[in-house]
């Protein structure tokens, strides 16, 4: 088997795994597979592979959950966020990010830390500034790694927690919108190349036969149980990444 198409079996099976992740716990394709492919693509290009196949589960949700968006509260944020990845991302195509990887593995290790001890005790206020904040950080992290949500998931939570189905709508809404907008930046920029755009079909496949299965089992698994094992899951990812980025150092220099 050439390399070619073990690059589609590897994007297969990791949307797999990010499809049962995303239906299970309600977020994490794209910290999933951020796990994996930068493990075989550029990290600018796994990236934008991630946003691409996320478009499509992300326009079933919003489908799903149309009569719910809060449509002028995703705006703001929203222009803010595409201001932020757009300008990151244009830096991005033209620095040396030979390190980077190390800096992925650090925010993986930061996210599961967050998810694991303060979500539930860091409360935010809901307002404009709070916005601006959540959406600089989300769209800085995002233009580089695709993996931008939780930044957003706490504004969104603070200002739409009481009512599920308007926050699942709004954050969904908003999500595709920018996801959209970061691809075809990623376009512009050079960044996506034909080899890769040749994974989003694989990897779609990938992400539903995930979802199905999740959608399955979800109501047999303990959810905190489940949660737990994504916390470690995350935590562990960063470091070995963090580790696996050092030693291609040590062997570059």
């Not at 959406?135 to 930044?151: K, N, R, W």
């Not at 079909?201 to 149980?225: A, C, K, W, Y």
């Amino acid at each position: 088997m050439n390399s070619e198409w073990l690059f589609y079996l590897y994007t297969f099976l990791a949307c797999i795994g990010g499809g049962f992740v995303q239906s299970t716990s309600g977020f994490g394709f794209g910290i999933f597979v951020m796990v994996f492919f930068p493990l075989y693509l550029p990290v600018l290009q796994a990236s934008g592979l991630c946003s691409l196949i996320l478009i499509f589960l992300l326009s079933t949700l919003v489908w799903r959950y149309r009569k719910y968006i809060q449509w002028k509260h995703a705006v703001f944020p929203a222009a803010v966020y595409l201001v932020v990845s757009t300008v990151t991302i244009r830096l991005a195509s033209s620095l040396n990010l030979s390190g980077i990887n190390f800096w992925l593995g650090i925010f993986l290790l930061l996210i599961a830390i967050y998810m694991a001890f303060m979500s539930q005790k860091i409360k935010v206020k809901a307002n404009r500034g709070v916005a601006a904040v959540c959406a600089s950080l989300s769209g800085a992290v995002d233009g580089l790694f695709s993996i931008g949500g939780p930044p957003m998931t706490v504004y969104f939570l603070a200002l739409l927690g009481n009512d599920k189905l308007k926050y699942l709508g709004t954050i969904q809404f908003f999500f595709l919108i920018t996801n959209f907008a970061n691809s075809f930046n990623r376009f512009t920029s050079g960044i996506l190349e034909s080899s890769t755009l040749c994974l989003v079909l694989p990897g779609i496949v990938g992400q539903f036969i995930g979802i199905r299965l999740g959608n399955r089992i979800v109501e047999r698994i303990d959810s905190r149980h489940f949660q737990i094992f994504v916390y470690v899951f995350l935590a562990v990812s960063g470091i070995l990444t963090c580790i696996s980025s050092l030693f291609a150092g040590m062997r570059a220099g």
